[in-house]
């Protein structure tokens, strides 16, 4: 059997890295993806989340060069955990859990200074899941 999943969007929040007890890096971040949705003749546009983890080599670079806001496309396989993400209007929606092969870097803010209009680029997220799996232990 085989299975991948292809998703471009942008990297909500900053990756964070650490290593398997047999020394493996492991990145975690998270990634929306945006599609529009139509019911009658009413378009709107709605999120997908998606907790995005990257094992050893992918992962250093992963945290290395990846910020919140950037574009990326990541190939990898679907995991079999879903968790609820809660906004601040109390509705819960699902955020999938990607094990990532590779990760392409299409577009990188300047990394200078923040500026209020770069934070807000991307829609927030209200509450995130760390990715705790067996995997990372």
């Known amino acids: 059997m085989f299975q991948v999943i292809v998703l471009a969007g942008y990297v909500v929040s900053d990756p964070v890295m650490h290593y398997r007890p047999d020394g493996i890096a ?9 599609y529009t949705a139509q019911a009658g003749m009413q378009r709107t546009m709605r999120h997908n989340y998606f907790d ?3 094992l050893d080599r992918e992962a250093q670079v992963c945290y290395e060069h990846l910020r919140r806001n950037d574009l ?3 190939l990898g396989v ?38 209020e209009d770069s ?5 927030e997220t209200d509450e995130y899941v760390a ?4 995997e990372d232990r």
């Open 72 to 74: 990326v496309v990541v």
């Open 26 to 34: 492991v990145t975690n971040f998270r990634m929306v993806t945006q």
């Open 119 to 123: 934070e807000a680029a991307i829609p």
């Open 131 to 134: 990715m705790d799996t067996a």
């Open 78 to 115: 679907l995991k079999g955990n879903v968790l609820p993400r809660r906004s601040s209007e109390g509705e819960t929606s699902p955020v999938f859990q990607v094990l990532a092969k590779q990760v392409i870097f299409l577009k990188q803010l300047q990394r200078a200074r923040p500026t």
């Open 52 to 54: 995005v983890q990257c």
